[in-house]
């Protein structure tokens, strides 16, 4: 089974840091393949478009050489490019659906993005100070403590492959336009979410798991960045869905 792993908002692949390999370990018969969006990472000097649909379709372009179906997990901004694939596809192109931390239309703007944040977040990503910006955006996202060298992996990232100011802007007005159809795209999905999340509410996730009957599990300490607050939790509860 092939997965496709989805970061959020500015953020590339190699912010997963250890998570893909993780993964690797724990379901070693699935190939795990990190793709980044449009505007960062491999793909930081494209500009970014405005809206989930075309972000969506940028990605699936990505991806055309993996064989379907495959399976998508991914984090936040991520997890509405990932709801919306798998409502513009044929059934049973995605077989497994794990959505962290992700929001949508469904849910009031105060919840999909708490206003104490809102004010925050725009001066981070748009701070010039990139190593002390790098260390407030993890400690913003996390729960835990960020280790030092975790803050000088981000800066690196940054530094190598530098998200513009245009491309912050366009995936802002994608995240708050997203608004997915009403058809629920598969059976069961599994949403994933921190209670302590200082960005996105749980609620969104609580959203879509009364609309469509998903399974949702919470976590009660970890923030935002749930696979790198806690990676084995996020993996067990994969595990766990995965043989129900």
């Known amino acids: 089974m092939d997965w496709i792993l989805l970061r959020g908002l500015t953020r590339e692949q190699a912010h997963?840091?250890?998570f893909p390999?993780?993964?690797q370990l724990a379901f070693p018969e699935h190939r795990?393949?990190?793709v980044d969006?449009?505007?960062t990472g491999v793909h930081y000097r494209e500009p970014s478009p405005g809206s989930i649909a075309a972000i969506r379709e940028?990605?699936?372009q990505q991806v055309s050489h993996i064989p379907k179906p495959y399976s998508i997990l991914a984090l936040s901004m991520g997890g509405m490019v990932a709801l919306d694939w798998a409502q513009h596809v044929?059934?049973?192109e995605i077989q497994n659906l794990v959505l962290i931390n992700s929001s949508s239309g469904f849910s009031p703007p105060w919840h999909r993005m708490r206003p104490v944040s809102w004010a925050k977040i725009v001066r981070l990503l748009t701070r010039k100070e990139l190593f002390d910006r790098e260390a407030d955006i993890l400690r913003l996202t996390c729960n835990t403590e960020p280790e030092l060298q975790t803050i000088k992996h981000w800066y690196r990232i940054q530094r190598q492959r530098p998200v513009s100011r245009h491309n912050t802007w366009q995936q802002l007005r994608a995240a708050a336009s997203f608004r997915p159809l009403n058809r629920r795209p598969v059976p069961d999905a599994l949403l994933l979410a921190?209670?302590?999340?200082?960005i996105v509410s749980w609620k969104c996730s609580e959203a879509l798991e009364h609309r469509w009957q998903w399974t949702l599990k919470l976590h009660p300490e970890a923030g935002h960045d749930l696979p790198l607050d806690d990676p084995e939790w996020v993996v067990a509860q994969i595990r766990q869905w995965l043989i129900a």
Do not use: I, N, T, Y
């Not at 921190?194 to 200082?198: F, H, I, L, P, V």
């Open 16 to 18: 997963w840091g250890s």
């Open 90 to 92: 044929s059934e049973g």
């Open 21 to 23: 390999e993780r993964l």
């Open 37 to 39: 969006l449009p505007g």
């Open 194 to 198: 921190s209670k302590r999340d200082r």
């Open 58 to 60: 940028k990605v699936q």
């Open 32 to 34: 795990f393949h990190a």
